[in-house]
Structures are given as structure tokens and as C-alpha cells.
Antibody, heavy 124, light 106 residues
Framework: EVQLVESGGGLVQPGESLRLSCAAS????????MHWVRQATGKGLEWVSGIGTAGDTYYPGSVKGRFTISRENAKNSLYLQMNILRAGDTAVYYC??????????????????WGQGTLVTVSS | DIQMTQSPSTLSASVGDRVTITCRAS??????LAWYQQKPGKAPQLLIYKASTLESGVPSRFSGSGSGTEFTLTISSLQPDDFATYYCQHYNTPPVTFGQGTKVEI
């Protein structure tokens, strides 16, 4: 059974940093693209970052330069380093497994498995 | 960025109803579209990918259609477990974006 378990969320002040982790099990982690998707309370879904099996990374403009996605295949783990956090980054952050393909020039993934999410609150 | 617009935002229906949700893309995305179901306090669950391919384990009352810029999700006979919020997502090219969601309620 595919399992994705996020951790590392919490309360931080604006301008601070936080690192999220996602522990994967039940599948061959290194062969899948992986992503982070967030959801503010009562709002819709927003894709935050993606990483291909070869290590290519993808970001939307809203977080580019502030967030860094990485993976450690030996530990079946996905990470999201979030810097210069803002109130608008407050959300539940989900780790999601991608299907499709990611290359150096494009990434066409839908998300077939999701974790339960970890809450990040940015507030003074 | 490609914008995804769902309609309606809220849909009132009864058990047994046929329900259709529409998703429009701001530019052509071929068939690079997925649909998800989300219940309160839970993570989204994949229903359909590539516009019309049913994910394994998803009931056959769910179906998807469309290509280019207009897509639909249909529930042929609404069941009590189907009351939830539904999202479309394009994955033509990064950044992937989601529709704003359609809440199906009684």
C-alpha cells in the first residue's frame, strides 16, 4: 500500500524558514516524480513544486526563489525547504506522487497518491 | 499560466441524480486533465486522468470527457458517498493549476 507521511509543519513568524519532510513507503520511490501541493483553509488546491526522477525541479512563480524541493532516494524521502515565509504561505501542505513523465524540458504529471498533509502557519 | 475555471461552484443534487461539472482551460491543454474528489479534512483522491481514463478502483459511475479547452466530469447516479468537492487540474506544462472547485451538496 502506498503511504506518504508529511511532517515538519508548525507555527513560524513571517520571514522565517521551515523544512517539510515526506516519508514514502509501499512503492519504489526513486522511480516516481514527486510534488508538493498546498491548500489554505477553505480554499482550493495550489501546486507548489515538483521534482522528477532525474532531479529536475519545477516551481510556480509564487514560490520560485523561496522554496526548494529535494529528494533523498536512499531514505525514500521528499523535502520542501521554505524560506522567507509569508502569511500567504499559510496552508496544509500535501506530498503527492506524480504519474506521467517529467523531463528536463517539461513535466506532465497527475497526482495519484497523497499524504494526509501537514499544517504550516505563518503569523506574528 | 493556464487558468482553469470550473462551473458551477456549488451544485445541489439528490441521490440518484445525474451530475455534470464543467472545467474550462484558458488555452488548449489537449487531454492533459485530471479530476479529483476531496472530502472535508481529507486529502484529494484521483478519479480520472488524461481527461477520460478512470483511475483503478474508482466506481464506473464517474466518467470524464473533453479535449482542448472544455472538459466535463459526469456522475451517472449520485451516491451518498459522492457528496464532496471536485477539482480539475491541467498538467500540460508547469505550472500545473487547479480549478477553484465544485462543491456537490444535498
Amino acid at each position: 500500500e502506498v503511504q506518504l507521511v508529511e511532517s515538519g509543519g508548525g507555527l513560524v513568524q513571517p520571514g522565517e524558514s521551515l523544512r517539510l519532510s515526506c516519508a514514502a513507503s509501499g512503492f519504489t520511490f526513486r522511480t516516481y516524480d514527486m510534488h508538493w501541493v498546498r491548500q489554505a483553509t477553505g480554499k482550493g488546491l495550489e501546486w507548489v513544486s515538483g521534482i522528477g526522477t532525474a532531479g529536475d525541479t519545477y516551481y510556480p512563480g509564487s514560490v520560485k526563489g523561496r522554496f526548494t524541493i529535494s529528494r533523498e532516494n536512499a531514505k525514500n524521502s521528499l523535502y520542501l525547504q521554505m524560506n522567507i515565509l509569508r502569511a500567504g504561505d499559510t496552508a496544509v501542505y500535501y506530498c503527492a506522487r506524480g504519474r506521467g513523465y517529467c523531463s528536463s524540458t517539461n513535466c506532465r504529471n497527475w497526482f495519484d497518491s497523497w499524504g494526509q498533509g501537514t499544517l504550516v502557519t505563518v503569523s506574528s | 499560466d493556464i487558468q482553469m475555471t470550473q462551473s458551477p461552484s456549488t451544485l445541489s443534487a439528490s441521490v440518484g441524480d445525474r451530475v455534470t461539472i464543467t472545467c474550462r482551460a484558458s488555452q488548449s491543454i489537449d487531454s492533459w486533465l485530471a479530476w479529483y474528489q476531496q472530502k472535508p479534512g481529507k486529502a484529494p483522491q484521483l478519479l480520472i486522468y488524461k481527461a477520460s481514463t478512470l483511475e483503478s478502483g474508482v466506481p464506473s459511475r464517474f466518467s470524464g470527457s473533453g479535449s482542448g479547452t472544455e472538459f466535463t466530469l459526469t456522475i451517472s447516479s449520485l451516491q451518498p458517498d459522492d457528496f464532496a468537492t471536485y477539482y480539475c487540474q491541467h498538467y500540460n506544462t508547469p505550472p500545473v493549476t487547479f480549478g477553484q472547485g465544485t462543491k456537490v451538496e444535498i
